[in-house]
């Protein structure tokens, strides 16, 4: 693999989602639609795609989030993005960000699923994609067109999207 691969670690969240369970108000996943993400969106980089989860942020788990972490630190490539959901998308990248220094790894997912109309995970995902190609070794998450560094974000749920804490 070139020094520009990249690897795409999903993990679920809105972006995957499939529907809500209308009795239960979870989230359902039956598989990830990534692939037919990036086919759509006629991507010509190099990206190794592996599941690691398919759930809703909220069931995420420390143990999970040492899971991704493992697999950051474990993987050869240097070019990381996680597509992941928006409620804990900041406490996953702080757990990354504190270990991990000598890779680029883009956090990114979506307010409105893939499958939904008006959907942003094409553009979120398109976002991560090329920040992290570009972006200086760090933990990042990418929404909407915004940067933000792993320590100097926050999602605020009023407006549902992420802001800087300075």
């Not at 499939?18 to 006629?42: G, S, W």
């Not at 909220?58 to 959901?85: A, N, P, Y």
């Not at 398109?126 to 999602?155: D, H, S």
């Amino acid at each position: 693999m070139s020094n520009m691969a990249i690897i795409l670690f999903v993990t679920g969240g809105t972006i995957d989602c499939e529907k809500i369970d209308p009795a239960t108000n979870k989230y359902i996943f039956t598989k990830t639609h990534l692939p037919e993400m990036l086919k759509q969106a006629r991507n010509r980089v190099d990206i190794e795609l592996e599941v690691l989860l398919l759930k809703h942020s909220m069931d995420i788990t420390d143990s999970d989030r040492k899971k991704i972490l493992q697999k950051c630190k474990s993987c050869k490539e240097d070019k990381i993005v996680i597509t992941h959901g928006t409620i804990t998308m900041v406490e996953t990248a702080q757990f990354l960000g504190k270990s991990i220094k000598d890779k680029t790894i883009v956090l990114t997912g979506a307010i409105i699923p893939y499958n939904q109309k008006n959907s942003d995970a094409l553009f979120n995902l398109g976002c991560a994609i090329t920040a992290v190609q570009l972006l200086p070794k760090g933990v990042y998450i990418t929404m909407n067109g915004k940067i933000f560094l792993w320590n100097n974000v926050r999602k605020n749920k009023k407006l549902q999207e992420f802001e800087e804490l300075t």
